[in-house]
C-alpha cells in the first residue's frame, strides 16, 4: 500500500473528502481546544470533548463505534489547536480517517477498494444495493434516494450528462410552473424519472465494480 502523503493537519486527515463533503475547513485554523476528560472515558468520548470544548466548537457527524472499545482507567487532556488532538486520538486507529462534511465531523474507516469512487458514487451506491428489490428499484426507492442526493448537496447539472441535462433543460422551457433544479423535482417528473433511475444506476454500478460484488 503507498505511503499517505503527510498532510498539515496530519496523516489521517481527509481532504478530499473533506471537499466532497462541502466542510468547512475554517474550523480547524486558530481553533484550540482546553479538554479534560474523567477516568472510565473512551477516545468516542474524548473526540466529543476536543470538539465541544474549543475555541470555536463544532458538531460531530459520525464517530466510528471502534473508539467506544476501551476505557481508560485514568482521566485525559487535551490541550491545542484541534487537529493536532484530534490525530493525537487516531493514531491509535491505523484504519481510520477523519474529515469534516457540512454537518459536523465524520471519523470512520474507508475501504481502499473505494478511494477510486466519488463522493457521489460512494453516497447513491450503497443505498441503491440497499434499496433494490427484485432486480429493481421501485418508484418509492428512487425518490427516497434523490432526497438524500439532494440533502447531501449535489447539483442535478454537474451530475447528470450533458445530453440528460439536455432533457432537464428541455423539461424547463415546456413547464409553465415551477422548475425543475433538484433530483426531487427530476424524480416526481413522469418524464424525467427515469432518467434519475438511470443516474442512480450507474453509481450502483461503479460501487459495486469498486468491491467486486456480483451483479
Known sequence: MPKRRKHPFGTQFDER??????GEIKVLLDNPTN?????G??????????ARDSHKPFPIKYLNPKL??????RGRAYFGFVFDQIEKVLIN???LR???EGNGLVVDEVPPTLDSLSHFDRIVGPLSVELLQNGRLSRDAVNSIAQTIDA???KLKKILQPKEWEEVVAQN???????????????KCPTLHELVRHTIYRARKEYKDALNLPS
Open 17 to 22: 473528502r473533506t471537499k466532497e463533503g462541502w
Open 35 to 39: 479538554s479534560h476528560i474523567e477516568s
Open 41 to 50: 472515558s473512551t477516545h468516542y468520548d474524548h473526540l466529543l470533548a476536543i
Open 68 to 73: 467506544k472499545e476501551t476505557a481508560f482507567p
Open 93 to 95: 486507529y491505523p484504519e
Open 98 to 100: 477523519w474529515w469534516l
Open 152 to 154: 447531501n448537496g449535489f
Open 173 to 187: 422551457r415546456r413547464r409553465t410552473g415551477n422548475k425543475i433544479v433538484t433530483f426531487t423535482d427530476a424524480a
